[in-house]
């Protein structure tokens, strides 16, 4: 298997995980916040959402700058438009990726505010933080659902509200 198909089953292995706990997030919390310093709801459902589009960003570009990127996070107000934030967001990764060459992973991506060098990796690790990021803020999410009572779907296998855990 290359490097591309490891990518892309593993992408659409993690999209099936992240759709489920997505489709978890109660329409009226997506104010709420467990704590002063965390992300509201509804920053942390979006952020998972356009993640995936990570995928066609570090193919696509040489990098990102904090310092003057234009970027608004995209309005939702329920559930259903961040599921289908998500699935716009995995098409255009899966699209960029089934295009890509493992050639097009090599090359050095920047991810910088201004004059500071945040970090620099080949877009193919670029492509693998992604996924981490989205594995992490998905277990995040997990737990703003458990402080709120909603059953948590497995990621890896069941969880503790499945039947037969």
């Known amino acids: 298997?290359?490097?591309?198909?490891?990518?892309?089953?593993?992408?659409?292995?993690?999209?099936?995980?992240?759709?489920?706990?997505?489709?978890?997030?109660?329409?009226?919390?997506?104010?709420?916040?467990?704590?002063?310093?965390?992300?509201?709801?509804?920053?942390?459902?979006?952020?998972?959402?356009?993640?995936?589009?990570?995928?066609?960003?570090?193919?696509?570009?040489?990098?990102?700058?904090?310092?003057?990127m234009d970027y608004t996070p995209t309005p939702v107000t329920k559930t259903a438009e961040v599921l289908d934030l998500f699935e716009k967001s995995l098409t255009d990764g899966k699209a960029a990726l089934s295009q890509a060459t493992e050639t097009d992973l090599e090359p050095d991506w920047t991810m910088r505010s201004g004059d500071t060098i945040i970090r620099t990796d080949t877009k193919g690790e670029v492509i693998r933080m992604a996924f981490s990021q989205i594995v992490h803020h998905r277990a995040q999410l997990g737990v703003y659902l458990r402080l709120l009572d909603v059953p948590i779907p497995g990621s890896y296998g069941p969880s503790a509200d499945e039947p037969g855990f």
């Open 1 to 68: 298997m290359s490097i591309i198909e490891m990518l892309q089953k593993e992408m659409e292995a993690e999209a099936q995980t992240t759709r489920k706990m997505l489709s978890r997030i109660p329409d009226d919390m997506y104010d709420w916040q467990p704590h002063p310093k965390s992300m509201p709801m509804r920053n942390l459902a979006v952020h998972i959402a356009e993640l995936p589009n990570w995928t066609a960003m570090a193919l696509q570009t040489n990098g990102i700058d904090f310092a003057t």
